[in-house]
């Protein structure tokens, strides 16, 4: 399934440097990437190519981005690794086969729990990935030797639930777990390319 997000396609959009929150704009706009929705991460195991201009951060999320990636103690090119595969920055995303919905297609569950303003609200629903992702990595440190730097570990809660994780040990063995995990760790590594020489 591909969404469109139609509302940044005309913006100077910009790629996070990852030093501090210093950032360099893209030359060009927005280009569109079609992505799957994290309800069926399943649904290819190849890895996602993608070009600079359809991994960056629209202008309007940056600081967001930057502060939930401060919040929850992972790195930028991570949360917005995670917000390109979920909705490709598609603020009123709904999930086709659950209830999640927005940037980062939260379920309502989770919002009900650590939701911080709207849900459809792309700066709210960043600040609330942030305080959720921090909850992740809190829960996650010291149970099973998992450490709260072990990213892999929180993507893959992030996606699976934290229970998965805690049952398992590990990333779990299971479609959204490993799957997803590669997914945004493979967007993560480009986004950080891309700043690095954002031609």
Not at 14 to 38: D, I, K, N, W, Y
Not at 140 to 150: N, P, T, Y
Not at 171 to 193: H, L
Request: glycine share 6%; charged share 20%.
């Amino acid at each position: 399934m591909t969404m469109k997000n139609t509302k940044h396609m005309d913006l100077s959009l910009s790629v996070l440097l990852f030093t501090g929150t210093l950032l360099t704009s893209c030359a060009e706009p927005r280009e569109q990437a079609t992505f799957t929705p994290s309800a069926s991460p399943s649904a290819t195991t190849e890895s996602p190519v993608a070009t600079c201009d359809s991994l960056a951060v629209p202008n309007s999320f940056q600081d967001d981005v930057n502060n939930a990636a401060q919040k929850s103690g992972l790195e930028p090119s991570v949360i917005a690794a995670i917000i390109t595969v979920q909705s490709n920055w598609q603020e009123d995303a709904v999930a086709p086969v659950d209830d999640s919905r927005g940037i980062a297609l939260t379920s309502l569950e989770v919002w009900e729990e650590y939701g911080q303003g709207n849900i459809l609200n792309g700066h709210d629903h960043i600040r609330t990935l942030g305080v959720y992702l921090k909850h992740l990595a809190d829960t996650l440190e010291g149970r099973h030797g998992i450490g709260a730097d072990d990213t892999d570990l929180v993507i893959a809660a992030h996606i699976a639930g934290e229970t998965a994780v805690l049952n398992a040990g590990e990333v779990p063995a299971i479609p959204e777990g490993r799957t997803y995990v590669n997914k945004v760790k493979t967007y993560a590594q480009q986004i950080k390319s891309c700043a690095k020489d954002p031609s």
